[in-house]
């Protein structure tokens, strides 16, 4: 094998290696996060989630401590791309709150989103 086809596959072979580096997969967020949030009117409430996966992708469920949601309520088209994971749920009243979060390991921040434009800051942390 010449030099120069050896420089080549040398350099396609960094080429890849380097390209593979950016391919990051996405944070692991399956497991029991215990949450807290301030609800307008209501004071703080804690929130445990649930999340798991399956062949189907993630699924989870909700409960809080002021009973705003029903106990283990499932949550609904979890996402998660890049650090970013967004899913909605029903309140007890059925109406629909979105969830939108920045996952960075063990912890998540962001808020909650009520249809009526009332908001909250989220932050959950996974069980150790």
């Keep these: 094998m010449n ?3 050896m420089a080549l596959i040398a350099i396609i072979l960094i080429l890849t290696l380097w390209l593979t580096g950016f391919a990051v997969a996405p944070p ?3 497991g029991t996060w215990f949450g807290k949030t301030e ?5 703080p409430d804690d929130l445990t989630l649930v999340v798991t996966k399956g062949e189907e992708g993630f699924s989870g469920t909700l ?8 106990k283990d309520t499932v949550v609904k088209d979890i996402k998660i791309q890049d650090n970013e994971l967004t899913f909605h749920f029903p309140l007890t009243d059925g109406t629909e709150i979105s969830i939108k ?4 390991g063990d912890k998540m921040t962001g808020a909650w989103a009520h249809p009526e434009g009332d908001m909250g800051a989220l932050v959950f942390e996974r069980k150790k």
């Design 3 to 5: 030099i120069l086809k």
């Design 28 to 30: 692991n967020i399956v």
């Design 39 to 43: 609800v307008p009117n209501q004071g």
């Design 63 to 70: 409960v809080d401590t002021l009973g705003l949601i029903t």
């Design 101 to 104: 979060m920045t996952v960075d």
